[in-house]
């Protein structure tokens, strides 16, 4: 069976903690602390985990964590360092459309890019945003991100980017480790906010509220400009 590009993407992936947008781990740890209250002990479902960064950091903060991710050899690398440090995370491969949980978590983060957004279909990311929902408590918190529809609109011009689908197709060459290279055709959908605020409410969430995504890390207090490539938001489940 043919694997999707994201799924052959993070195989074998060992230098992703090294990629620059796993660089701010402990300030955006610090922004869902911000949102959530502090409240040790409020169990925290991380979708698209990957390695577990942000599970990792939030269990080093007193939180029970799960990471669920579709790749099982970065699971593997989180469990390594869960066990290592004897922290309260657990680790479980699964796809983000079919999660196995109901009504089980205060707080789920989708954070860049690791689950919503690269998907081959809309559908399917509407599937995600419902099976969170179907995991969260009533009134439990979603903390997510996306592409930014607004930064690719205000380019002159960017090869491989839909107007009628807001769509980017793409193509990345991934290095094995043994030496061997593929190229995966790519594609990533990009988001404006009023259409996010839509997926949510439909999906079971209220009070969405959006934040800006810049280079010095996620800022509440400031709205999403055409100026960032990914804006947050901030959702609490019905």
Not at 52 to 62: K, M, P, T, V, Y
Request: with cysteine.
């Amino acid at each position: 069976m043919t694997k999707a590009w994201y799924q052959e993407l993070y195989e074998g992936f060992e230098g992703y903690g090294q990629e620059p947008y796993a660089q701010n781990t402990r300030a955006e740890v610090d922004f869902i602390e911000h949102v959530i209250g502090c409240g040790h002990g409020k169990r925290i479902l991380d979708v698209g985990c990957g390695i577990g960064r942000h599970s990792l950091e939030l269990a080093r903060h007193g939180y029970e964590a799960v990471g669920v991710d579709l790749s099982e050899s970065m699971l593997v690398q989180g469990r390594q360092v869960a066990a290592s440090e004897n922290l309260a995370v657990r680790f479980a491969h699964g796809d983000a459309r079919w999660l196995p949980f109901e009504d089980e978590f205060d707080v789920a983060i989708m954070l860049c890019e690791g689950a919503f957004s690269l998907m081959e279909t809309d559908a399917m990311d509407v599937q995600i945003l419902e099976s969170v929902a179907r995991s969260l408590k009533p009134r439990g918190t979603l903390i997510m991100t996306a592409p930014n529809a607004a930064f690719m609109l205000a380019q002159s011009q960017v090869k491989g980017f839909d107007l009628t689908t807001l769509r980017e197709s793409f193509v990345l060459d991934k290095i094995s480790p043994d030496g061997s290279s593929r190229t995966l055709q790519c594609t990533q959908r990009y988001y404006t906010c009023p259409e996010l605020r839509c997926l949510l409410r439909e999906a079971g969430f209220q009070e969405v509220e959006f934040f800006a995504c810049t280079e010095k890390g996620y800022d509440l207090a400031r709205k999403p400009s055409s100026a960032h490539f990914e804006f947050g938001a901030v959702a609490r489940k019905t």
